[in-house]
């Protein structure tokens, strides 16, 4: 997904909205035992400001399946986690930066794949694990 800035400048469309569905990338899921399930739906908006720089809230949203980090039972969890960043022309180690022409989201979307994973996935809230009594 790409937003075109220099087109949207022109247009006058400064801010706005956008939505899209992309396919996880394998190596995009980081618990054991588990994958994403489906495709990852991102939606938000942009903001372009004077100085060239934009700002872009979105959010993902994705489920993940497969099995439960205690129990091994099968487990599934939805995630839905809100980013706000900022692409700016220049390099800078806080921001994302992009050529001043147009914005590919890829990148970020990944990031935030990766960011907004929990570290276990559970069958149930208060799973305890694989009982040892029985
Ligand atoms: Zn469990």
Do not use: H, W
């Not at 956008?18 to 035992?33: G, K, M, N, Q, R």
């Amino acid at each position: 997904m790409k937003l075109e800035i220099k087109r949207l400048n022109a247009l006058k469309k400064y801010s706005g909205d956008f939505e899209f569905e992309t396919e996880p990338s394998a190596d995009s899921c980081l618990i054991p035992l588990c994958k994403i399930d489906g495709k990852v739906r991102v939606k938000g908006e942009y903001e372009i400001y004077d100085d060239d720089s934009v700002g872009v809230n979105f959010t993902v949203y994705y489920r993940l399946a497969g099995q439960c980090s205690y129990c091994l039972k099968d487990a599934v969890k939805n995630i839905e986690k809100s980013f706000e960043i900022l692409f700016v022309t220049e390099d800078d180690p806080d921001n994302y930066s992009y050529d001043g022409v147009s914005i590919d989201l890829t990148t970020a979307v990944n990031d935030a794949i990766l960011f907004s994973q929990p570290n276990i996935i559970l069958c149930k809230e208060d799973c305890t694990g694989i009982d040892v009594n029985n």
